[in-house]
C-alpha cells in the first residue's frame, strides 16, 4: 500500500515509526484509567473497605496517564509532521528532477498553472496523509486491538461478544471501500478535470472578457464543477450506507455489554466488577476504531495521488548528453528531420544546410512549421527522425549547458522574471559587469523606453513581463541575446508587435545582434528576408525550396507568392501611415 511513497520517506521512515509509537503509547495512557477506575470500583461493587490514600494514589494516575497523553500525542505529532514534511520536500525535488529533465517544450506545455498546481496543492494533500494517516491510522487501530485481547483475558465470553460489532463494522468498512474504490478513479479525474479547467478559466481571464466569450467560458466551468458535484455525489451514495451501518453499530459495544453482560452477572458467569471494567473500556473502543477506520480509507489515495503525479512527469526525458561543444565550427545541418508533438507528425523530413557566418531565412505560412524548426535547434524537443548538428556534432551528444552556450534563442513568446529589468538581462551572462548591461540595453534600442519607465532599468518587469508592451519585451530579450553573444543566433520574429517604429528600432537591434553569427531567423520583414543569404520557403511541414531571394524569384511559384503579398502589406502599411 505504501510501495509509491517508501522511496520518498527515505531515512524520515524512522520518524514515522516513532510518530506511531508515540501515539500509541498516548492512546495506552487515554485507557489505562479504566483501570484505577475499575480498582476503585471493584471493592465498593463487594461492599469491601478503601481508604482515602487509595483512592487519592489512582486519582493522581489517572491525571499521570493524562499528562503522558498529552505528551506522547503532541510528539508525535511533531515526529509524524517532520516526517511527512520532509517527505514532501523530496517528493518535490525529485519531481523538479524529473520536471529538469523533460523537453522544455512539454514544460511549456504543461503550462504554468498546472505545473503550480502538482507542486503546491497536489502535494500539500498528501500532508493530510502522510502526518495524520499513517501514525494516527496505526496507533487507533492498536487500541481496540488491545482492549479486546484484555476483554478477552478478563473473560473470554465477554471477548468474544465485543468481536459481534466489530466484525460487522469491518466487514461494512470492507464493503464500502470496495464499491468506494470502483467509483474513485472517476472521482478523482472528474476532480482534476475541474482543477485544470478553473487554473486555465483564470489563465484564459484576458481572452475571455476581450472577446466576450464570458458565456461561453463559464458554460465549461459550469459543467465541470456540476460533473464534479454529481460523481462526489455518487461516490458517497455508494458509500453511505456502508458507513451508516459501521459507523453506528461499531460504537454500540457497551450497549450489547450491558445486558448481555447483566445476564451474566445474574447467571454467575462473570462478577459485577469485571463487566463494569469491561464496559468501561469498551466505551474507548468505538471512537479509537472509527478513527482508524476514517484513515484507513485515507491510505488507498496516497499510491494513487504519488502515482498521478508522476504520471504528469513521465514523457521519456530528454536525449542529453553530456558533452562538451565539440563542434568543428559554428555550421549547423538538419538532416531529414522528422517531428511531431503528439501522433501527428508536424515536420516530415526537413533537411537544411547553413554556413558558419551566415544568415538563413525560415519564411512560409502561419502553421507551415518554422517555430517548430526554431525550437528543434534549441533542443526544446527530441525530434523522431533525421539530426541536427552544430560544426558536425550532433546536438543530442552535448550538454543542454553546452548547447545554450553556443545558441540564444529569442522566442516569439518571451518570457520576462519579475524581477528588474536589469536582471533580467543579466541572464544573458550572469557574470556581465553593469556597463557591458547597459551597452546591450542601448544596442537593443531599449534606451528610449527605459528613459520612460520610473526606475528605468531597475524597473520591475510585472508577472511574466505583463509590465511591458509586446515590441518592448522582446526588445529586452534581443538585450539579453546581445550580452550572451554565443555564436548562434535563433531569431523567431514576433510580427503581433510591428508598428512602423518599433520595426525600424527591431531592425536596428536585430543588425547588432546578427554580425558574424550563424543565424537563423524566422522573418517577416522584407529587409531581412532579401538579405539573407539563403531563404528556406517552408510549407506544411516541408521545406520545398531553399536559395538567395533573386534565384526564388524566378523559380519558386510560392516563395513569388509570399513576396507579393508582403511587398504589398508593406506598401499599403505605408500608404495608410
Ligand atoms: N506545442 C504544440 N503542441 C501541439 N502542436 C503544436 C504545438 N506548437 C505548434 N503546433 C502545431 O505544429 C504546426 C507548426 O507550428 P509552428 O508553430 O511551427 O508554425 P509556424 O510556422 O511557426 O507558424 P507562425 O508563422 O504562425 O508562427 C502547427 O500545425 C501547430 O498547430
Ligand atoms: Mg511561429
Known sequence: MFKKVAPYIGEYKKYTVWAAILMSLGIVANVMPYFFLYQIISPLTKGEQIDLKFILIRVAAVAVCELVYSFAYVQGLTFSHVSAYNTLKNLRISLQGKLEKQPLGNIQNLGTGRIKKVFTDDIDQIELLLAHAIPEGIANIFIPLLIVVLMFIINWRLGLLSLVPLVIGLLAMGMMMKSGFEKMNDYYESAARMNNTIVEYVNGMEVVKVFNKDGDSYKRFGEVVRSYRDFTIAWYKVCWPWMAVYSSIIPCLAL?????????????????????????????????????LNFA?????????????????EHPPLKEGTSEFKGANKDISFENVRFGYGDEEVLHGVSLEMKHGTTTALVGESGSGKSTLAKLL??????????????????????????????AFVSQEQFLFNTSLYENILIGKPDATRE??????????????????????????????KQLSGGERQRISLARAILKNAPVIVLDEATAFMDPENEEKLNKAIDEIVKDKTVLVIAHRLSTV????????????????????????LSCPEYRKFWDASVSASTWKIKEA
Open 256 to 292: 450489547l455489554m450491558l445486558p448481555v453482560g447483566s445476564a451474566m452477572v445474574l447467571a454467575g458467569t462473570v462478577t459485577l466488577d469485571k463487566l463494569i471494567l469491561v464496559i468501561c473500556m469498551s466505551f474507548a473502543v468505538g471512537p479509537s476504531l472509527l478513527k482508524a
Open 297 to 313: 480509507g485515507k491510505f488507498p489515495q496516497l499510491d494513487y495521488k504519488i502515482s498521478e503525479l508522476e504520471k504528469l512527469m
Open 378 to 407: 534549441v533542443h526544446y524537443y527530441d525530434i523522431d527522425a533525421g539530426s541536427i548538428k552544430i560544426g558536425g556534432q550532433d546536438i543530442t551528444d552535448m550538454s543542454l549547458k553546452a548547447l545554450n552556450e553556443q545558441v
Open 436 to 465: 557591458e548591461v547597459l551597452e546591450a540595453a542601448h544596442r537593443a534600442q531599449c534606451d528610449e523606453f527605459l528613459e520612460r519607465l520610473p526606475q528605468g532599468i531597475e524597473t520591475l518587469a510585472g508577472d511574466g513581463g
Open 530 to 553: 532579401k538579405n539573407a543569404d539563403k531563404i528556406c520557403v517552408m510549407k506544411s511541414g516541408e521545406c520545398i525550396a531553399q536559395d538567395t531571394h533573386d534565384n526564388l524569384l
